[in-house]
């Protein structure tokens, strides 16, 4: 993101006690090396047909914080890759070497304040190479390949390119077509094989809608009218339309420039969806008024006729802006009825859960399966203390559970489909999980159809890795 003038660095910019954040201590706590092991513990059996690699992104600071630190967006971004060939696992992990972290390696401490307290660093400090912006591009959130490339992804931030090895290769603006940034989840169209993305900004134009092609370029760039810098962290795109809820996380720009918390919760200010045609316009976006609520991830959804259908996890609003208020982020589904210019929108499932997924074939286009990971306690999701992960069939409407053991915290389900086989059943869901008793993580498999049974292997990593974002398979 940029800003109108550089925020002026506060008086007193103060180190932050990861005693008194949780997102520094116990499952988030950052590690503080790179490795690579060639041949990981496996327990059980790998299939064979799993070959490939897994590759999640998350926030891991290599330096103290200062000013703040807000999960999921602060943290300079660690991929860890876990590569299965023929019934063995590797494990690597490195850092995404952007310019600002390159710049604070070579300080040796923190520059950057924290996404919700930015201030501009002096030129000295950050020297000729460093983030000139205050908002540090952590690169930490997503890890996506498309048209041959990987890049890491944050919101707001140029994608950072990485090789087979995950070392950084740079800075990747599409040939200098993208040089705002997209946000942290472009959508890949499993046909077609174009890449969709939004980019948020605090200046005119506060929302862009853009499309790379399947060879690399970008095709289109598309400004959205909004009266006001908003968060939308992500969205929908169906074969036909483009959809996405813009909510009261207002960016306060003044506040800003003041070195004061960046984003705030308009209570009255009211949410609406936006919906325009694929191939549209932004002039042709039409607006549809709904109940406040706040979005952060899309399940997916799809176009029937004169409905477009989408699944999300509702909120009342965003979890740092919560104020201590009681926010259990649930499945929903809207149906949005476009000739009646409304949406009804309904409950799917009282479970607290987050982080949806789906078969990636399958996005944009009418789903039958989902997954999530859900949590016993709701309170817990706020500090992603999360206990099972959920299978849903949406066309038996029914759900399977399958939970973990006390302690052990699981994150974003994964569906890898098994080789030359096209069912939404037939395939493995990979979750990544942490033991907070025994202080270690494992990567489980699980049988897709067989989703509440005991998992096909566990790959038992070889370091601790800390809770993190989001991740995908890559196969060979």
């Known amino acids: 993101m940029r800003m109108s003038q550089p925020a002026p660095q506060p008086p007193v910019i103060g180190l932050v006690d990861p005693a008194g954040n949780p997102f520094l201590q116990d499952q988030f706590a950052p590690v503080d090396e790179e490795i690579d ?270 409905t477009v259908v989408v699944d999300y996890v509702h909120r009342t609003r965003p979890d740092m802006l919560s104020g201590g208020r009681s926010d259990t982020p649930r499945l929903h589904r809207c149906v949005i009825d476009l000739s009646r210019r409304s949406a009804h929108d309904e409950l799917i499932d009282h479970r607290a859960v987050e982080f949806p997924r789906i078969d990636d074939r399958r996005a944009g286009l009418r789903h039958r399966v989902g997954y999530a990971a859900a949590a016993t306690d709701p309170f817990g999701v706020a500090e992603g203390i999360f206990d099972s992960v959920v299978r849903y069939d949406f066309e038996a409407g029914s759900s399977s559970e399958h939970r973990f053991q006390p302690g052990v915290i699981p994150g974003e389900p994964v569906f890898v489909p098994r080789p030359d086989r096209y069912s939404e059943h037939d395939g493995w869901v990979l979750v990544m999980t942490y033991d907070t008793q025994r202080h270690t993580s494992d990567l489980v498999v699980l049988d897709a159809a067989r989703f509440a049974s005991a998992p096909v292997a566990v790959v038992h990593l070889p370091v601790r890795v800390p809770m993190g974002l989001h991740g995908n398979w890559f196969p060979a």
């Open 37 to 306: 092991v060639a041949d990981v513990r496996v327990e059980g059996r790998l299939p064979e047909e799993l070959n490939g690699s897994y590759l999640r992104n998350g926030p891991n600071p290599q330096f103290r914080p200062i000013g703040s630190y807000t999960h999921p967006f602060d943290g300079d971004g660690m991929v860890h890759m876990v590569t299965f060939d023929e019934g063995r696992a590797s494990y690597r992990n490195r850092w995404v070497l952007t310019r600002g972290l390159a710049a604070e390696r070579r300080a040796g401490r923190a520059l950057y304040g924290g996404m919700l307290t930015p201030f501009m660093p002096d030129a000295a400090s950050i020297g000729p190479d460093g983030d000139a912006n205050p908002f540090k591009n952590v690169a930490n959130t997503n890890v996506v390949r498309h048209a041959g490339r990987t890049l890491a992804l944050c919101d707001g931030g140029v994608p950072y390119e990485l090789g087979p090895d995950l070392s950084t290769i740079g800075e990747y603006d599409f040939n200098g077509d993208l040089p705002g940034g997209m946000t942290a989840h472009p959508k890949i169209d499993p046909v077609w094989d174009e890449l969709f993305f939004l980019r948020y900004d605090v200046v005119p134009p506060y929302l862009v809608y853009g499309v790379v092609g399947p060879k690399g370029r970008v095709t289109r760039i598309e400004p959205v009218d909004m009266p006001e810098p908003t968060l939308v962290h992500d969205f929908v795109v169906t074969e036909e339309h483009v959809v996405l809820f813009d909510c009261p996380a207002v960016f306060d720009s003044e506040a800003m420039q003041r070195g004061e918390q960046a984003l705030r919760w308009h209570e009255g200010r009211g949410t609406r969806i936006g919906v325009m045609p694929r191939e549209g316009t932004g002039d042709e976006m039409l607006w549809i008024p709904v109940d406040e609520c706040f979005v952060m991830h899309f399940l997916n959804g799809y176009t029937e006729n004169d």
